[in-house]
T-cell receptor, first 113, second 120 residues
Framework: GNSVTQMEGPVTLSEEAFLTINCTYT??????LFWYVQYPGEGLQLLLK?????DKGSNKGFEATYRKETTSFHLEKGSVQVSDSAVYFC????????????FGTGTLLAVQP | GAVVSQHPSWVICKSGTSVKIECRSL??????MFWYRQFPKQSLMLMAT?????????EQGVEKDKFLINHASLTLSTLTVTSAHPEDSSFYIC????????????????FGPGTRLTVL
């Protein structure tokens, strides 16, 4: 079945460090891929998405490229800030009417000043 | 735009009582709403898909008689946890999918802030 695997956290970085959170997926066909962010005490917010192979999603300095050959959608940011501290979820949505999202386990990012 | 609210944001109840959680789409109509459950330090697990005017579709392993879902209008879905027990304590999150085509967000789910349920 469809699944998403992302690196376990927590990831602890100093401010202005480079961030990579790995995400790989298993799915038939061509799913859409997403990164969501959850700040403490809040619901999920869509951070970025890509709907087809080689697409690059980007937002707020974060980027992720849909790599079909490696079934990956790694999240990157060149210089993290304390305000980026949150839990990041990778997710896929397969085609069809149900629009179900399948989430990874989430990665906690803690950025220290 | 595309705001989803949940009420209450947190609730504490005694074992054996029922608790209702509301999910509202504030500025759009949602034909479909989803209910998720999130355990501490774990991912979101889809519980059920709620379609306006019809019965909810529950995921495998989710008791439909325990988690009652009603999607009576295009802006409101409710989740009722019946005869709650301590193991039902969790963070419940809803999301809504817009009925109409929205630019740059077609087919996207918009998430509520979640409801923390604690059963004593």
């Amino acid at each position: 079945g469809n699944s998403v695997t992302q690196m376990e956290g927590p990831v602890t970085l100093s401010e202005e460090a480079f961030l990579t959170i790995n995400c790989t997926y298993t799915a038939t066909g061509y799913p859409s891929l997403f990164w969501y962010v959850q700040y403490p005490g809040e619901g999920l917010q869509l951070l970025l998405k890509a709907t087809k192979a080689d697409d690059k999603g980007s937002n707020k300095g974060f980027e992720a490229t849909y790599r079909k050959e490696t079934t990956s959608f790694h999240l990157e940011k060149g210089s993290v800030q304390v305000s980026d501290s949150a839990v990041y979820f990778c997710a896929l949505r397969h085609g069809g009417a149900t629009n179900k999202l399948i989430f990874g386990t989430g990665t906690l990012l803690a950025v220290q000043p | 735009g595309a705001v989803v609210s949940q009420h209450p944001s947190w609730v504490i109840c005694k074992s054996g009582t029922s608790v209702k959680i509301e999910c509202r789409s504030l500025d759009f109509q949602a034909t479909t709403m989803f209910w998720y459950r999130q355990f501490p330090k774990q991912s979101l697990m889809l519980m059920a898909t709620s379609n306006e005017g019809s019965k909810a579709t529950y995921e495998q392993g989710v008791e439909k008689d325990k988690f009652l879902i009603n999607h009576a209008s295009l802006t409101l879905s409710t989740l009722t946890v019946t005869s709650a027990h301590p193991e039902d304590s969790s963070f419940y999150i809803c999301s809504a999918r817009a009925s109409e085509v929205r630019r740059d967000s077609y087919n996207e789910q918009f998430f509520g802030p979640g409801t923390r349920l604690t059963v004593l």
